[in-house]
DNA sequence: CTGAAAGCGCTAACAA
DNA sequence: TTGTTAGCGCTTTCAG
């Protein structure tokens, strides 16, 4: 016997009949729902007691269509062609919605995950903001030239980049301070002793890759090490394995390894034991990201964290900054952390 | 000069602007809008083109208004309480928000991300639909005793659930066949000549936890192995350790492993070797998830892969059925795959 | 095949 | 403080 289950017959209640039930007009239930305080307490009192037995409900749609706001915001995920499934089984993804969220539902509001990895998937991700179903959007950028934000700035669809823009748009967006990262395994490696070092870098098409070797570089050089041997991998396991092997061929002595990640970093780490070389004694190893990996990997690795979730509610908040008005471009950069662990 | 970009005088352009641009009623338009066969050609001509010229969209509210459809589901996550973050890292989660966009996505559907960790946030979860934000929720319970399906099921709405629930509710779900899987792994470890054969196993709670385990001593004894030792962990790493030590307190000269998860067999793993056993020479293991950690250790695990994309894929597709007024329940159970690699 | 008109459920002036 | 009323933008009979 609850009103709430729709009887095959019976319609869901709308404010109407809500307003017969209590013997008021539609509009003092209104204000009711909405929490208006000019209400006389008997009224507001009369309409509560109907809304709970009628079972009512507020229509979003109704809601939305008179004074234009979802309460919703795309979750933009921009990918390569064709990456979706890698995308998301990255652990990555998934530290960006739980910040998104927490942001997001302490102000009643929701995400709505969208792929944008084809220059139709991007289309429909902008004409879904435009068609009114999300308020604005966060946008993830892996990728370098990534056309995503260009896209949403022309819209004029108010939006917030998760990464440094790989060309300038006038956007606001969240970032991590990758070279000053890469100077902290820099440092690490230095205060070791070590001499003879190498680092796998990231896509060369990417400015994270890019700042955290040009970072890493510069850190060395400060330290003593004007030359470092470079070899590029993507980010992925095998790539850290591939380019591991290389730079051991190119430099056999080498003593300290930077992998711009940690993924390549396991990789790094299975040659490495595979050619007979200890970690952390013949050779020092120092991943990126702090991710789950890195803890479970044996030798446990020491890491760079970044700060995802907390960078990912900031992004939301300045979303949010911006869907009340506020005009002027924010960028944030956060602060990595090294986290010793066993390998270096 | 694109008519796209509002002027900040210039409010978006609606149906009715674009009758006049064309010279013909709203009907018209909204006819060519939604693709209606019924319109003379040359009309039809003369609205897209107007339509072009004006940068018209429709307004999901107005449509959602109307005829009651949003486009929209919930993708539910439920966690029990506070168990948010440790969520989001879970890959498991990204994969099946994979597997779900990629099924919405061919429908010009998408899926509104919700976290239901918590009493309110669960009703919260029921109201968002019930508001007419979503047209139906997909509901992944990863504990027992999980209340959310329930509360889907009474207040009328289309759901289907990732996983059995673990008490009687009418609803659809997809799930797994845990203890099929768990066979494979015992028959793997018998096939090996395994004798000495211990389990760490899930939470007790958790139906698919115990599905495993039944399994797999219902397995084991079958291969001649009436007794199997087990420890109890709760999915994560340093459980695994724990169950692992205790195990090889009990029985130190297990020579097999099967680990309910991926990650507590990574855990064993660890122990395994501090103890100076090898893997698989000593003692053969075997995990259960196919996750990134299972490719990442060393040695790689041996595990039993679920189909996880898959099951989203369909779990999406059962709930479109319902939606477009299936009404009968449905249940498919999928089959779980031995991969071998080399911890067993 | 096309147009006129009646809502969908709600909010916000504006009056009372 | 409350009620009346005019839309928000769209779809869909129902006539023509």
Do not use: W
């Not at 390569?80 to 089984?89: E, K, N, T, V």
């Not at 190498?198 to 003593?224: C, H, K, S, W, Y």
């Amino acid at each position: 016997m609850r009103e709430i289950r729709a009887d095959a017959s019976r319609r869901t209640p709308t404010l109407e009949d809500v307003a017969k039930a209590a013997g008021v007009s539609r509009a003092t239930v209104s204000r009711v729902v909405n929490g208006s305080t000019t209400v006389d307490p008997r009224m507001r009192h009369q309409v509560t007691k109907a809304i709970e037995t009628t079972g009512y409900i507020p229509n979003a749609a109704a809601r939305t269509l008179v004074n234009g706001r979802t309460g919703t915001v795309a979750l933009v995920i921009s990918g390569s062609d064709g990456s979706a499934d890698q995308l998301f089984r990255d652990p990555f993804f998934g530290r960006i919605a739980g910040g998104v969220l927490r942001h997001l539902r302490s102000r009643s509001m929701h995400p709505t995950l969208m792929l944008a990895d084809s220059g139709q998937a991007r289309q429909e991700a902008v004409d879904f903001v435009r068609r009114g179903n999300a308020d604005g959007a966060l946008l993830v950028s892996t990728h370098a030239g990534d056309p995503l934000p260009r896209l949403f700035v022309d819209a004029g669809i108010p939006a917030v980049l998760f990464a440094r823009p790989a060309v300038p748009v006038p956007i606001s967006f969240v970032d991590l301070a990758h070279a000053a990262g890469a100077a902290l395994a820099a440092d690490r490696l230095a205060d070791r002793g070590c001499r003879r070092v190498v680092t796998i870098a990231g896509p060369a098409d990417l400015p994270a890759a890019n700042d955290r070797l040009a970072g890493f570089q510069r850190a060395m050089e400060r330290r003593g090490v004007p030359y470092v041997e470079v070899a590029r991998g993507n980010f992925t396991t095998d790539s850290g394995e591939r380019a591991m092997a290389e730079l051991l061929a190119t430099v056999p002595d080498a003593d300290g390894v930077f992998a711009a990640n940690d993924l390549m970093a396991v990789g790094a780490l299975r040659v490495l034991h595979e050619h007979g070389r200890s970690v952390p004694d013949d050779v020092a190893l120092v991943g990126f990201d702090d991710s789950e990996p890195a803890r479970l990997a044996r030798p446990r690795l020491t890491t760079i964290s970044q700060p995802v979730e907390q960078m990912a509610e900031r992004m939301t908040a300045i979303l949010l900054d911006h869907l009340s008005g506020a005009t002027e471009l924010t960028s944030v950069v956060f602060d990595p952390e090294l986290i010793v662990r066993e390998s270096a």
